[in-house]
């Protein structure tokens, strides 16, 4: 499967903004999804995940109450309210394998295709 990310951009604090992350060559209720951020001289970080299903989601503390991913289709998504600056990073998207039906994914290793990554800059 080919992951594609879009929707970023360089936004205020406060601000939103939704992220898009479209999937071809596979049949997309077959994997987990999930989205993981890096900010520059940073490892990269689980942000949220979403099962095969779409009913079970889990985000990281840092955004709950804040992002909420959803799945439509072919397509993740990742809603972004409340901005701040420590948000400002690459965002990824990733599809794992194998997953259960209901069963979210919180660890890189777990996933096995990842997009191309799309900036997300948060100025104050």
């Known amino acids: 499967v080919q992951l594609q990310a879009s929707g970023g951009g360089l936004v205020q604090a406060g601000a939103s903004l939704r992220l898009s992350c479209a999937a071809t060559?596979?049949?997309?209720?077959?994997?987990?999804m999930g989205w993981f951020r890096q900010a520059p001289g940073k490892e990269r970080e689980f942000v949220a995940a979403i099962s095969r299903s779409g009913r079970r989601i889990y985000s990281a503390d840092s955004v709950k109450g804040r992002f909420t991913i959803s799945r439509y289709k072919n397509t993740m998504y990742l809603q972004m309210n409340s901005l701040e600056p420590g948000d400002t990073a690459a965002y990824y998207c990733?599809?794992?394998?194998?997953?259960?039906?209901?069963?979210?994914?919180?660890?890189?290793?777990?996933?096995?295709?990842w997009g191309q990554g799309t900036q997300v800059t948060v100025s104050s």
């Open positions: 060559g596979g049949i997309f209720e077959y994997y987990a």
């Open positions: 990733a599809a794992g394998r194998g997953a259960g039906w209901e069963e979210v994914r919180t660890k890189e290793p777990s996933y096995d295709y």
